[in-house]
């Protein structure tokens, strides 16, 4: 909103410094255009984080990379048998390129991070992981993780499913605070991991500064089993050519010694690479975590997939191949953050209504509205057929404490859906915050 001064120059207006008056018919406005949006039946949604149609065609590759006479691997394995626990030679060697981690440290698992997420948290409450004196499961009160929000959804619903207490960390603009973060590790033994997107992180976009890597790998924990959870998701998922450099945090470990390398597992996967669908994931890990790992992982499967291992370096086999499939993936991407950021500047800036991140990549911007305000504006979206990511989601127990965090999930949806999805939010934002000004 803007005024007219007496000097002819246009100046921005918040809502909250506003009189009523005018803030009251700006609001019927915008009730007369949200029962039109309404009228339209608009079925759209921008939940979750998913490929687009038109970047699933990018791997359409994979889909004829193998017959039944090609299926051997360099080393002369048939892919199509048992065997390999912990991964192809030559997937492991694509990932360590392109991620910049020695081949050793790797275990190539399935088509999910996520899944040997759950598994190495599963396997440290039964097992214990290395340093530590019982496994998670007989820690007497029980066992804690620390948990950087907004974050990733999945990571604090692992937790709640194992009956692992989170404890909240804020997010800052380079990363969790650092200070909470040492404060609470070096003082509390049950505190036994924590959760990082590290770079573009769900939801904020935020990667990590050169600062916060060099303190995570210099931690010095109460507990000597204590992790850190390097979900590095979007390590290649550059939306512009001067994307965001993340420090390389072995690298960083190994400059301190043994106990800081062994604190790190590290995630990441080519779900949103290739497909999602049918992805390869590896934990990476220093050489007595991949031992212990590889101890109880023997038990519980033979091998993963080698016939998808082959099938993703028969179509990329080098990480140059990979990153001119992000260039592909980023061209169809970048027009919709045009779109959401855009729309967002174009209809909320100056209002003091929200927030916003503007991310240099991965697969989400994060909104914060009035405090307050974040159910009002789900709802209202719900109502006029635009789906969020549920309320709370992105905070541990599904609780956000000042009610004003949304997710907004841009990749999916066409750019036309994607632009009139954008439209909804922003008056439904409007219309919630105008209504907490004139309440207040």
């Known amino acids: 909103m803007t005024y007219t001064n007496p000097e002819g120059r246009q100046i921005s ?3 909250v410094n506003t009189d009523k008056n005018t803030l009251a018919s700006q609001l019927k406005s915008l009730w007369c255009e949200y029962e039109q949006i309404k009228s339209k039946g608009y079925k759209l949604d921008l939940t979750r984080g998913k ?26 394995v048939d892919c199509r048998n048992y065997g390999v626990l912990d991964g192809l030679p030559e997937t492991k060697e694509l990932f360590s390129e392109l991620l910049d981690i020695p081949t050793e440290n790797i275990i190539v698992g399935g088509n999910s991070s996520l899944n040997l997420m759950y598994d190495t948290v599963v ?79 769900n939801p904020t976009g935020i990667t990590y500064s050169d600062d916060v890597v060099r303190r995570f790998a210099a931690l010095r924990p109460k507990a000597k089993d204590f992790r850190i959870f390097w979900d590095n998701a979007y390590a290649v998922h550059d939306l512009y050519s001067e994307g965001d450099k993340l420090l390389n945090l072995f690298d ?19 779900s949103k690479i290739t497909f999602p669908g049918s992805g390869v994931a590896i934990i990476a890990a220093s050489k007595e975590n991949v031992a212990d790992i590889k101890r109880t992982l023997a038990i519980q499967t033979i091998g993963y997939d080698k016939l998808n291992q082959l099938r993703h370096v028969r179509c990329f086999p080098n990480a140059a191949a990979v990153r001119r499939q992000m260039e592909l993936h980023a061209e169809i ?47 209202l979206c719900r109502d006029a057929g635009v789906r969020l990511t549920d309320v709370g989601a992105t905070f541990p127990y599904k609780h956000d404490p000042e009610d004003k965090n949304l997710r907004i999930a841009p990749t999916f949806p066409s ?7 954008m439209h909804v939010l922003t008056t439904c934002v409007k219309i919630a915050a105008i209504e907490k000004c004139l309440n207040s």
């Open 51 to 76: 490929p687009c149609p038109e970047q699933l065609e990018l791997s359409s590759c994979m889909l004829a990379a193998l017959s039944g006479d090609n299926c051997i691997s360099k080393d002369g």
């Open 415 to 421: 750019n036309d859906d994607l632009a009139t999805a």
């Open 123 to 201: 396997r440290a409450m039964l097992f214990g992981v290395p340093g530590g004196k019982l496994p998670w499961s007989r820690v007497e009160g029980g066992v804690k993780f620390l948990c950087p929000a907004p974050g990733y959804d999945r990571h604090f619903a692992i937790c709640e499913t194992l009956g692992i207490k989170m404890i909240p960390v804020a997010m800052k603009n380079d990363g969790p605070d650092m200070d909470t973060v040492e404060e609470l590790v070096s003082s509390d033994e049950t505190i036994k991991g924590i959760w990082c997107v590290p770079k573009y992180s």
């Open 252 to 270: 960083e470990a190994a400059k301190i010694g043994p106990e800081s390398e062994n604190m790190i597992y590290y995630f990441a996967s080519t």
């Open 333 to 379: 991407l970048r027009p919709k953050f045009e779109i959401v950021k855009d729309t967002l500047k174009r209809e909320l800036e100056g209002t003091g209504a929200a927030v916003w991140t503007n991310p240099k990549g991965g697969y989400f911007v994060s909104l914060d509205v009035m405090p307050g305000c974040a159910t009002r504006v789900y709802n």
């Open 13 to 15: 207006l918040t809502y």
